[in-house]
């Protein structure tokens, strides 16, 4: 039984994180802000990307309120947040479908911007049930377009996927290449897209659509990582659940693909510095009414065999793999070009795949049944 009180903060009087990366200048996001403190909305709190990103958003001087109904994530994430940030964050569990709820977090909190993560985001799944995917990605999505209506909010950075390329003709990807989605999940993603887009364009309120590539890694403490429920449909997370004994062996969806090694290449990128690409988003400008579409990936593609190889030299040890059929939804290779997010943003990510393989090993191995 989860148990979370409705509304919950957390409080850390000892040991602040001196040593936590700063990203941007707080007092210039102060500026281009209505009020006297940045106070940011955060969907999908306790999730994956949600959780590191509140982590950095504290270490920057934000104020921020966390909403999440832990559908894929555990309220002891809150506690840690709070742990490794030195101060808590504002928390009210709901689902973001639950707009009569949403509105009244935002009435009561009066949040400046938003970052919406909350959201499913398997592919495979999607495959699956496509309908829970339209409920969630889409219907949440217009639900906190609804509850912001009207408030003070004038910044929404959303969580969107490279998905929405497809498999493209051409890489690396720019934010120019034709987008056509060939999964439920990327097709979702792209229609809560168009959806902000359709409604900021009436509001005082600029929008940022982060499309990320593969994130992976985890906090370098090792104290918040990636857990997904039952079995996981991303290769980290299971690769690194085979390494503690936790999973017999990895599939590995084809090796047959027009590539080197005939495996899909994908652009990973660490978690951390995809938080950091968050506050990077709060201190760029944005025209009201006007929404922008940047990527979030290194710009290199590695292959599953070669990030099991990598996952491996972390572990110490081989991770015991098999080849199965392709899956679904799957393109062959997906990579980003980055070129937009370090004009825009001024952010580049700066970890590599040999970092993002040690920082998942030491989550996994020091929570080898994650939060549980």
């Known amino acids: 039984m989860r148990r979370c009180r409705k509304k919950r903060q957390h409080r850390t009087k000892n040991n602040p994180s001196d040593a936590m990366p700063k990203c941007g200048n707080t007092g210039d996001i102060v ?4 009020g006297n403190q940045p106070r940011v909305l955060v969907t999908g709190a306790a999730g994956y990307i949600g959780s590191h990103t509140c982590i950095e958003l504290l270490g920057n001087g934000f104020e921020v309120i966390g909403v999440d109904n832990f559908d894929n994530s555990e309220p002891v994430v809150l506690d840690r947040i709070a742990e490794l940030a030195g101060r808590a964050i504002d928390f009210v569990e709901l689902d973001i479908r639950d707009t009569d709820k949403l509105r009244a977090v935002v009435a ?34 217009l639900s906190l377009l609804d509850a912001i209506d009207g408030s003070a909010v004038e910044r929404f950075i959303f969580s969107s996927s490279c998905t929405v390329y497809g498999d493209p003709a051409n890489v690396p990807v720019t934010e120019e290449t034709k987008v056509a989605p060939i999964s439920p999940y990327g097709r979702t993603k792209l229609a809560a897209e168009q959806a902000i887009i359709d409604c900021l364009s009436t509001r005082d309120c600029g929008g940022l659509l982060l499309r990320y590539f593969n994130p992976v890694g985890a906090h370098p403490s090792g104290r918040i990582g990636e857990d997904p429920v039952g079995i996981p449909n991303n290769l980290m997370p299971f690769a690194m659940q085979v390494a503690v004994g936790r999973r ?10 027009d590539t080197p090694d005939g495996t899909c290449i994908r652009d990973y990128i660490h978690v951390v510095d995809l938080a950091l690409g968050h506050v990077a988003a709060l201190s760029t400008a944005t025209t009201a ?25 972390a572990v110490g040890t081989p991770i015991a793999f098999e080849i199965v059929d392709r899956r679904a939804g799957d393109a062959a290779v997906v990579y980003s070009d ?12 700066t970890r590599d795949i040999g970092d993002m393989c040690r920082d998942h090993w030491l989550w996994q191995s020091q929570n080898p049944d994650g939060y549980n």
């Open 31 to 34: 500026d281009q802000m209505s």
């Open 108 to 141: 009561e909190y009066q949040p400046t911007a938003v970052i919406h993560f909350a959201g499913l985001k398997a592919v495979g799944e999607s495959v699956e049930k496509p309908h829970r995917y339209w409920s969630v990605n889409v219907g949440g999505t």
């Open 248 to 257: 017999a062996a990895l599939s590995i969806f084809g090796n047959d693909y």
């Open 289 to 313: 009414g006007e929404c922008d579409v940047v990527n979030l990936g290194t710009g290199t593609g590695s292959s599953v065999l070669e990030v099991v190889q990598a996952a491996g030299d």
């Open 338 to 349: 980055t070129s937009k997010a370090r004009e825009v943003l001024g952010w580049t990510a």
